[in-house]
């Protein structure tokens, strides 16, 4: 259905307008040059003037005046007073069109002979309708537009038009119905009649339809061009009709005889009294006024010569007579030549003066006199008339009161009817003009401003339709090359992310040319600028969108300066824009994009419950340096641009919250939320409704009472938009309390969630999720990150695999800083390690988040047309450890000489994954809390062994030992290890005989590994992080006014707690064994113990590896107290000789008997800490176990720090500038050649991994993994084994005896494989094997 208000369409009536007024302007000048010799006839005297030639001449001229007028004002290219040229215009048109009806009214009245009861009613009507079309004159206001370059109508009045052509519709059909029927009472059929009821009925049919669609069109009120395109030809139409009627009329000719009605007897005369008498004795009748009878004469009675006298029988008309009274209408025939032999002359009846007009008939002549003044005669006729005049036979004349009282009344009863009609007329206009909307509306300047912005309002978003078709992008750098990636794989998204091409891409003007087996012609035709890279087989894919990331407004390193993510200046602030607060020297930029990140969608925090508008960025570094720049599809007011009137808007974003966050910083609850929540969509439905209603009146062209601009509030039109459908909302949200009311909140207000973020509890309320207004969203979540808060405690890694076998749309997203955007992709590879299809898995970080952000039409797919962001990997992009090794944003490859490693053939296919039996169903059986704990059993017999892996010698070196068969065998009896045979089961069977209770477990080639080590998280100490009452709490640090009260320091083995699900969860992943310190941000943190994650309480045997294990302190950088604050404490207590209490323990370590761990990121205290070692050393004379944990500048020192015999500790161990003195860090591939691990190994020193959450714990092996691949030169398995083993238990002084007994069994695979699974672990000090 074609929307009339669109501009697009207004523009292009308003073209056929200015068209239409071209070819009625032609037509009509045609037409005057057609009927021109008539009016010269009357210039120039050789027609008599006579008043109703005014209102003809009026007529045509006057319409001829406004015709130019109009061209002038829409032709015009220079400026002029518009409003002085369409007064001028409408003065000289409505003049035009009131003497049209005038000239038939006139017609009217002569046709019934100037009856008072016809005359004055229609006088009275016309001059209504005179005052009306003048009145029109002043409703058209108009001005210059400097912008369209012409006249631009800015008022008018539609309402007043409308009654304009409603009074002329109804004055002609009454003029028309009473000519009618004066020409009907008459019952003779002269040619005369006809040609008055015929033009009389065509002047009607064509004026009353031309008026007809005009007013229609204006009663429609379509839009301002429609409203008057019908006008002008409406109007000359009129005009051309009625004056051809009049001409018709003046100069029509017949072989007729025209006679008096009314003739007196007397001497020599012959009476004729209403008509002529024949011998036949038809009856005469006599009307008042002029009377004309038209009667069929016998021809030799006819003006234009005598002929046939032999037939002198006139036939006489039987009614009472036509009576023609219009001066100008004259009878004269020039068919035949005139008697006057060249002397032609008009014979007119003047029948200006008087009341009735006499034929005085003499023999020999014909007279017409005047009976109120019979002096006044027309000249004498010539002797053929008076011939035939002498042979007519006499009647006496009827007296008037002799006619029927029938024929005496109709004057009455039409001057009653008359009456009538006309009052029906005025009262139709004074209720068109006492309507509701019966005020003249003036249209304003800024009408067509208004209307634009109304129509806008109701435009949805997307692509323009010439977007698919587009040669080049609108983000293209110039001088960028061409890209030809050949040989490659290619994932291109296409079929439901199953499709995968072997092939090539060509990169050109910021798109995706081509993609495929691409012919060289092609290639040819980019010229000799393009780059040729061989993927030698590589897999490219998409972009990865990262759809919730906080990358420039939480930028690394993390400073006050920088810190945008959050405003607390309220619970609703959707006014806020995450774009004002982009930083674009964010180190983490550059990071993500190594990672294969091109776009993410920047969301103001969560803290708030609206915490405002959200933008999609491209991650490269553009040529203009601005946040604006990088925006991608921002919104046409960002920047003060206008929306060209063929592109529909683009998509806008917006962040909310509900749950925790919102409560948290305002002291709140979830009732407080919600209600801000509502309070803040009713003040924007109450903008949209006053929008709305301002745009209805605006559109209906009642512009009283509107002002200049639509209704908006700053603050509240983001809102406005999320009610109109055109923001894709992105709600913070876990738990399905705040999932409900956010299913009545879109409900109440009508608008569509676009995603639910982190979610955490979505798979256990799928069908609550499907009663979203406008639809289910979309989930975006983490794969495992989870129980930093009650509302995050009941995530399951099969959530993703539940919630798209729902049919949901599933996404995994980083929430960057909270996790690091450059390995998202690592988010999607645990989700298809726990069950999502392996296409979904990669759609989950291109090509699904790209359709939910609104971005379908040009990222997430590599095809043809498609944005030039795609990754080359270096290993299949689901394959532990991927890396990039070229990355292509807008066609520009980011990585400057990327260090590349070449991954081993089996990292080039998908992984496989474990066989979870039961996984999914048990958690939302358990409703996100399934039973974890392994099921202990006194005997236990792994068989089918591929590897073993073997602590050997003091140093405690990893060996792996391969069965080659994978049949070996290990027996454990109460946790022991009874029997081992790499052989096959004969080598232990003594040791299964005969024992009914011995459990067999399958390992399927999989492997026996020492049990891993975890330290970083406090585990043990911290259950759910933001709930107090879960958490071992934190401790006083030396520089609190109360750590004086305590006198000792915090052991953290006396806050320890067992079975907490994170810890539970790593025993599960292989991880055996944790190392706990106290939480504590001050210099002195504690003394932390060693623990089995497998542990029921601290009283279970073995549950408490090592009571106290290493003293921890931490130096950084934090105002107060200064660094060297804090150094020269540790140095003054270090040489203290008091052996009590605190400095007791700073004594043990200055012995070398307990090791400090010093948790420093900064090289240059890591410098200052190597110097105080080596002060204390000399001074005490025995050797510091020191350990550095965090370490990320550590490479800087790696010879110094090998020479100083320190332990490493990297945390993280994919290492991130997260804070200032953590700058300096190696990212590795593709960035560095080196890791900080690798460069630490390399001058061999002692080197394990932690973890900054407990959460992370279960994920140990695959980070020991991503340390052995994250360097050009990667490290051997047993190097990376022992980072999270034997290296942690050295540098924390574990016996080697309370762990060597700990053993891990992997089913399908060894430790570093993603489809292996841990289906048990042995502890010979705990005496138990527990199995999974």
Same mark, same amino acid.
Request: net charge neutral.
């Given at each position: ?934 099921? /202990?059993?006194?005997? $236990? *017999? +792994?068989? =089918?062994? @591929? ?5 050997? %010698?003091?140093?405690?070196?990893? !060996? ?124 002195? /943190?504690?003394?932390? $113990? *060693? +623990?089995? =994650?497998? @542990? ?5 045997? %073995?549950?408490?590896?090592?009571? !106290? ?224």
């Amino acid at each position: 259905m074609t929307n009339w208000m669109n501009p697009a369409v207004i523009m292009q009536d308003a073209a056929i307008f200015e068209k239409i007024i071209l070819v009625m302007t032609g037509l009509y000048i045609w037409e005057i040059m057609v009927t021109l010799p008539y009016d010269w006839s009357i210039i120039t005297g050789k027609r008599k003037f006579k008043y109703p030639m005014a209102f003809y001449f009026l007529c045509r001229y006057s319409l001829l005046l406004s015709c130019i007028g109009i061209n002038i004002a829409l032709n015009t290219s220079k400026a002029l007073n518009c409003q002085a040229l369409y007064v001028f215009n409408e003065l000289v048109g409505n003049t035009a069109v009131a003497t049209a009806s005038t000239l038939l009214m006139l017609r009217t009245v002569a046709i019934w002979s100037r009856s008072p009861y016809i005359l004055y009613p229609l006088v009275v009507l016309s001059l209504g309708q005179w005052a009306i079309l003048l009145h029109g004159v002043i409703i058209v206001n108009a001005s210059w537009s400097s912008v369209a370059g012409q006249c631009v109508v800015d008022g008018a009045a539609p309402i007043f038009l409308d009654l304009i052509y409603i009074y002329t519709m109804s004055f002609d059909l009454i003029v028309l119905v009473l000519s009618c029927w004066g020409l009907v009472r008459t019952s003779g059929r002269s040619d005369l009649w006809t040609l008055l009821f015929k033009d009389g009925i065509v002047y009607f049919i064509v004026a009353f339809s031309a008026n007809c669609c005009a007013a229609v069109l204006i009663l429609l009120n379509l839009n301002p061009a429609m409203n008057i395109i019908m006008s002008v030809p409406a109007a000359v139409a009129s005009a051309i009709v009625a004056c051809r009627g009049f001409v018709r009329l003046s100069t029509w000719n017949t072989r007729e005889v025209y006679l008096p009605s009314h003739v007196q007897t007397g001497p020599g005369r012959q009476a004729m009294s209403g008509a002529v008498h024949t011998s036949n004795g038809s009856n005469t009748k006599k009307g008042p006024g002029f009377d004309m009878t038209f009667a069929k004469p016998p021809r030799i009675a006819t003006l234009s010569g005598l002929t046939s006298p032999s037939n002198a029988n006139p036939k006489v008309a039987d009614g009472p007579g036509v009576h023609i009274s219009m001066e100008a209408y004259t009878t004269h025939d020039r068919r035949q030549p005139s008697p006057y032999h060249g002397d032609e002359k008009d014979y007119e009846l003047d029948l200006e003066e008087g009341s009735e007009s006499d034929v005085m008939a003499t023999p020999g002549s014909v007279t017409f006199t005047h009976s109120d003044n019979p002096h006044i005669r027309l000249p004498e006729a010539p002797s053929w008339v008076k011939e035939m005049a002498d042979k007519l036979p006499t009647y006496q004349p009827i007296p008037p009161q002799g006619r029927s009282k029938h024929l005496q009344s109709r004057p009455r009863q039409w001057a009653l009817l008359l009456s009538t009609l006309g009052s029906f007329s005025l009262l139709a206009s004074w209720r068109v003009l006492s309507g509701p909307h019966a005020h003249t509306h003036h249209v304003p300047l800024h009408a067509q401003r208004v209307l634009d912005e109304c129509a806008t309002m109701r435009q949805m978003p997307g692509p323009s339709a010439s977007f698919a078709s587009r040669l080049r992008s609108e983000r293209f750098e110039p001088g960028t090359k061409a890209q030809y990636i050949h040989n490659a794989t290619i994932w291109t998204g296409l079929k439901d992310g199953h499709d995968v091409i072997q092939g090539d891409i060509l990169l050109q003007n910021g798109l995706i040319w081509a993609v495929g087996q691409i012919p060289e012609d092609i290639i040819k035709q980019t010229g000799t600028g393009v780059e040729h890279i061989n993927a030698h087989g590589a897999w490219v894919t998409p972009g990865i969108f990262d759809i919730h990331s906080h990358i420039g407004v939480d930028a690394l390193p993390l400073l006050q300066g920088t810190d945008d993510t959050n405003s607390i200046k309220g619970l609703t602030l959707p006014w806020l824009r995450s774009m004002d607060g982009i930083n674009v020297y964010d180190e983490a930029l550059a990071l993500s994009v190594s990672g294969g990140v091109t776009t993410s969608l920047i969301l103001p925090g969560s803290a708030d419950a609206i915490g405002g508008q959200a933008f999609v960025i491209k991650l490269r570094q553009t040529s203009e340096g601005s946040p604006s720049s990088m925006v991608l599809e921002p919104p046409f007011s960002l920047n003060n641009t206008d929306k060209p009137s063929t592109h529909p808007p683009h998509w806008r974003h917006m962040k909310h919250a509900t749950g925790e966050n919102p409560s948290r910083v305002y002291e709140g609850t979830r009732m407080d939320t919600m209600w801000a929540f509502r309070s803040a969509y009713e003040e924007a439905r109450k903008v949209r409704d006053a929008q709305d209603a301002y745009c209805v009146k605006a559109e209906s062209g009642l512009w009283n009472g509107l002002g200049p601009d639509v209704p908006k509030d700053l603050k509240w039109e983001a809102l406005v938009d999320v009610l109109r459908g055109k923001v894709k909302l992105n709600i913070h949200s876990y738990s399905p309390s705040d999932f409900d009311g956010l299913v009545r909140l879109s409900n109440e207000f009508k608008f569509h969630i676009s995603a639910i973020h982190h979610a955490h509890e979505a798979y256990l309320v799928m069908p609550l999720l499907e009663k979203f207004y406008g639809g289910k969203p979309a989930v975006a979540m983490f794969a495992t990150n989870a129980r930093y808060k009650q509302e995050a405690y009941r995530h399951s890694e099969f959530a993703p695999q539940i919630l798209h076998e729902a049919g949901f749309d599933v996404i995994m997203k980083s929430d960057h800083p909270v996790l690091n955007s450059r390995y998202l992709l690592y988010e999607a590879v645990q989700a298809h390690m726990y069950g999502l299809p392996a296409n979904k898995a990669i759609q989950a970080v291109t090509t699904t988040p790209a359709r939910t952000a609104g971005f379908g039409h040009r990222l997430g797919l590599v095809q043809p047309g498609y944005d030039a962001d795609v990754v080359l990997w270096d290993s299949h992009p689901l394959a532990l450890g991927a890396t990039p090794k070229q990355v292509f944003i807008d066609g520009i490859p980011q990585l400057t000489k990327p260090f590349v490693s070449e991954k081993s053939s089996h990292l080039q296919h998908a992984p496989s994954t474990p066989e979870w039996k039961t996984g999914a169903k048990e958690a939302l059986k358990f409703k996100g809390l399934p039973p974890i704990k392994g099921k /202990s059993s006194r005997k $236990v *017999a +792994f068989i =089918n062994i @591929g590897t073993i892996w073997k602590r050997t %010698g003091e140093e405690r070196a990893l !060996i792996e030992v391969v069965s080659e068969q994978a049949n070996g065998v290990m027996v454990f009896i109460n946790g022991s290890l009874s029997c081992e045979s790499l052989q096959d089961a004969t080598g232990c069977a003594s040791s299964m005989e005969g024992d009914r209770g011995i459990h067999v477990v399958d390992l399927k080639g999989g492997c026996m590994a020492p049990g891993l080590v975890s330290f970083g998280g406090q585990l043990g100490l911290i259950e759910i992080e933001q709930e107090p009452s879960t958490n071992d709490g934190e401790v006083y640090g030396p520089f609190d006014s109360k750590f004086a009260l305590v006198g000792d320091l915090d052991r953290a083995v006396d806050g320890l707690s067992f079975e907490g699900r994170s810890m539970l969860l790593a025993y599960r992943a292989g991880v055996t064994t944790s190392i706990a310190a106290p939480m504590g941000s001050s210099l002195i /943190s504690g003394l932390s $113990v *060693a +623990f089995s =994650n497998g @542990g029921a309480h601290p009283l279970e045997h %073995g549950a408490i590896v090592h009571n !106290i294990t290493a003293l921890h302190v931490k130096v950084a950088p934090s105002g107060q107290p200064s660094v060297s604050t804090q150094i020269g404490l540790l140095r003054q207590i270090l040489l203290s000789k008091d052996e009590s209490k605190i400095t007791g323990w700073f004594r043990k370590v200055a012995k070398g008997e307990l090791p400090i761990i010093v948790h420093v990121n900064s090289a240059d205290i890591m410098a200052k800490l190597i110097l105080l070692k080596g002060e204390i050393e000399e001074k005490a004379g025995s050797a510091i176990k020191m350990a550095f944990f965090g370490a990320l500048e550590a490479h800087i020192l790696a010879p110094e720090i090998a020479s100083a015999d320190i332990g490493v500790v990297v945390n993280p161990a994919r290492a991130t500038p997260m804070s200032w003195d953590s700058q300096r860090i190696l990212p590795g591939l593709p960035l560095s050649e080196d890791t900080v691990i690798t460069s630490l190994l390399k001058h061999n020193v002692t080197v394990a991994i932690g973890i900054l959450e407990g959460w992370e714990a279960r994920n140990t092996r695959f980070e020991l993994a991503w340390a052995a691949l994250g360097s050009k030169v990667q490290l051997s398995k047993g190097q990376a084994l022992a980072l999270g083993s034997t290296n942690l238990e050295k540098i924390f002084g574990i016996p080697s005896s309370a762990v060597e007994g700990d053993w891990v069994a992997y089913r399908s695979g060894d430790m570093f494989d993603l489809g292996s699974q841990v289906v048990g672990a042995a502890s010979e000090r705990r005496r138990q094997v527990d199995l999974f």
